[in-house]
Structures are given as C-alpha cells and as structure tokens.
C-alpha cells in the first residue's frame, strides 16, 4: 500500500506559477511510477504528467508540455509538479497516482493509488 498527500493548490492569476507537492508513504517509493493527472467540473479526469522511478524518463499532456515540469525526490518519497504560466484552463482538482511499475502509463486505470486532490483555480 502506498498513500498519497497532495499539497500546494490554491488560487493563481493567469501567468502565475505553482508548485504542487506529493508525499508518499507505505511502501517504498522509489519502485512506483508516478503520475499527476487532473479533473476540471464537467470533466473526466485526464493525464497530465508522469515520471519513472528513476526520474530518468517524464512524459506530459500536449496542454501542458514546456510549461509544468515533473519531477521527484526519492530521498524524501515526495513528487512534485511545477506549473508555469497558468491558464484558466489549467483549474481543476489535481491528484497525484503511483504505479508499481518501471512505464509511464496515461490511463488512470493502470495506477492503483490515489491522492485525496489538491484544488488550483487559475483567474484571468
């Protein structure tokens, strides 16, 4: 079992950044893929960005690539994703997921541990 605590939302202004922040407890962290996805009111939950076990291998969403940057700190089992020049797109419910795996998966289905979500609300 791995648990999951997202933090770092909170309300931004178009252009602004964020970083959010995943702590992991349980089991060891540094064999699990992990992976940050979103769900906007109305929306499905969809993929945003993920990151190997290693941190030698990311993968992101078309929307967000060259302004959010994943990345991890196995010494500490924490994840991180830093958002650049928000959107009012980017609002929505940010969870983080891990997976016991060595692949970057997009599909929230494939990832068995889940984050409670941490709410980011971009203004224009």
């Known amino acids: 079992q791995v648990q999951l605590v997202e933090s770092g939302g909170g309300l931004a202004q178009t252009g602004d950044s964020l970083r959010l922040s995943c702590a992991a407890s349980?089991?060891?962290?540094?064999?699990?893929?992990m992976a940050w996805f979103r769900q906007a009111p109305g929306k499905e939950r969809e993929f945003v960005a993920g990151i190997t076990w290693s941190g030698g291998r990311t993968y992101y969403a078309d929307s967000v690539k060259g302004r959010f940057t994943i990345s991890r700190d196995n010494a500490k089992n924490t994840v991180y994703l830093q958002m650049n020049s928000l959107k009012p797109e980017d609002t929505a419910v940010y969870y983080c997921?891990?997976?016991?795996?060595?692949?970057?998966?997009?599909?929230?289905?494939?990832?068995?541990?889940w984050g409670q979500g941490t709410q980011v609300t971009v203004s224009s």
């Open positions: 349980g089991r060891t962290f540094s064999h699990y893929t």
């Open positions: 997921a891990a997976r016991e795996d060595a692949l970057i998966w997009t599909m929230q289905r494939e990832y068995a541990y």
